[in-house]
T-cell receptor, first 114, second 111 residues
Framework: NAGVTQTPKFQVLKTGQSMTLQCAQD?????MSWYRQDPGMGLRLIHY???????DQGEVPNGYNVSRSTTEDFPLRLLSAAPSQTSVYFC?????????????FGEGSRLTVL | GENVEQHPSTLSVQEGDSAVIKCTYS??????FPWYKQELGKRPQLIID?????GEKKDQRIAVTLNKTAKHFSLHITETQPEDSAVYFC??????????FGRGTQLTVWP
């Protein structure tokens, strides 16, 4: 099993550009989520999904879109990148239907917006 | 995030000493409290978790205590070793679907 796979690992964008961070898991987990990690701020929840076709907002959703068309994939879209979105992004999945089980994290994607 | 306060933000201990990290929360619906360890440049990994129907849980040198009435929980590491040096995050979750993390504690264990 590959676990949770994120691509790309590194990305540099210019302000206003769009991009998609890909996330895939092969553990048949229903629950998937995206976090951003900034120094001194911990991990902040952007969006999450409790199953295919179902998504909901976390605590910092502005500027990000998600979709969940399959159980395996949960892409995160930045429609118009801003310097404030410079961060390390982690995708995570869980066997738990809610936020009550172990999260398995991807390796992270480091995004820089100039 | 979402009212999970974690203290201290940095903690330095001598090898062999104990380390304690505390977290408080305000949402009474929280019923799941995990702790994650993140080594430099790596992804966070679960080290221990506790559910609201349990007051204490131990796994070798690591223990977690939960006081649901007071809405706080703590991580205890005994006989610390240099390889325990990392950032530790507490978190709270519920069946509603959101897992919120504290801001983290940088633990340094000096040999």
């Amino acid at each position: 099993n590959a676990g949770v796979t994120q691509t790309p690992k590194f990305q540099v964008l210019k302000t206003g550009q769009s991009m998609t961070l890909q996330c895939a898991q092969d553990m048949n987990h229903e629950y998937m989520s995206w976090y951003r990690q900034d120094p001194g701020m911990g991990l902040r929840l952007i969006h999450y999904s409790v199953g295919a076709g179902i998504t909901d907002q976390g605590e910092v959703p502005n500027g990000y879109n998600v979709s969940r068309s399959t159980t395996e994939d949960f892409p995160l879209r930045l429609l118009s990148a801003a310097p404030s979105q410079t961060s390390v992004y982690f995708c995570a999945s869980s066997y738990s239907k809610g936020a009550t089980g172990e999260l398995f994290f991807g390796e992270g994607s480091r995004l820089t917006v100039l | 995030g979402e009212n999970v306060e974690q203290h201290p933000s940095t903690l330095s201990v001598q090898e062999g000493d104990s380390a304690v990290i505390k977290c408080t929360y305000s949402d009474s619906a929280s019923n799941y409290f995990p702790w994650y360890k993140q080594e430099l440049g790596k992804r966070p990994q679960l080290i221990i978790d506790i559910r609201s129907n349990v007051g204490e849980k131990k796994d070798q040198r690591i223990a977690v205590t939960l006081n649901k009435t007071a809405k706080h929980f703590s991580l205890h590491i005994t006989e610390t070793q240099p390889e325990d040096s990392a950032v530790y995050f507490c978190a709270r979750g519920s069946t509603l679907g959101r897992l919120y993390f504290g801001r983290g504690t940088q633990l340094t264990v000096w040999p």
